[in-house]
């Protein structure tokens, strides 16, 4: 059993060999170590930062969920910044096929190569939006503001007329309020999705 003190010292590789095992520490360090890397790397393809934000958080999901594969990779660095590169070039083909085709309803082509991996992320991502849903509604509008917008806590309090301090609390109280609600799902899932890269 690896201490956490040693944990910190892996190398990309062993952590990767770890996390294939379902180590979670050794995920938390991966990704604090790359978090903000993959942040920026991101936000120069797409260049808003909500949208990065979210392309972050998804890559690192589908890491965890694909993680049986990962003791085979031999360059953990190259490799996340790869799945950062793909996801931000679909989220551009998206929303440049959204411009183009906003009057169709179905993709059947998207529908057809939906993957299991695609399938989870849907599904924790429908979690959160219903945990979200159940929140009071300032506490929701604090939150989608902050984790959504990607406004920082001075921007969330000029939008909706409250103090800093009361944004703080709102948003304290609804990270906890959804924390509680999938309190019964994979705690690194939690981990992935209410972590903000940039830590506002």
Request: hydrophobic share 45%; proline share 3%.
């Amino acid at each position: 059993m690896v201490s956490d003190n040693e944990i910190v010292l892996l190398s990309d590789k062993e952590l990767f060999s770890q996390i294939a095992l379902g180590d979670e520490p050794s995920f938390r360090i991966f990704f604090d170590r790359y978090k903000v890397k993959l942040y920026y790397f991101v936000l120069h393809i797409v260049k808003l930062p909500a949208e990065t934000e979210e392309i972050v958080q998804d890559v690192f999901l589908r890491l965890w969920i694909s993680r049986d594969v990962l003791a085979d990779v031999n360059n953990p660095g190259t490799y996340i910044f790869v799945m950062a590169r793909n996801r931000s070039l679909d989220h551009l083909k998206k929303a440049a096929a959204d411009k183009q085709m906003r009057a169709v309803v179905v993709n059947f082509q998207s529908d057809k190569n939906f993957t299991e991996e695609d399938r989870a992320v849907k599904e924790t991502r429908q979690l959160l939006e219903k945990a979200i849903h159940k929140l009071p509604v300032q506490q929701q509008k604090v939150y989608r503001l902050s984790r959504e917008a990607g406004l920082n806590r001075a921007e969330v309090a000029e939008q909706l007329n409250i103090s800093p301090n009361t944004v703080r609390n709102h948003l304290s109280d609804a990270l906890s309020n959804i924390r509680n609600y999938m309190q019964d799902n994979d705690a690194i899932l939690l981990l992935i999705l209410l972590t903000p890269v940039l830590g506002k």
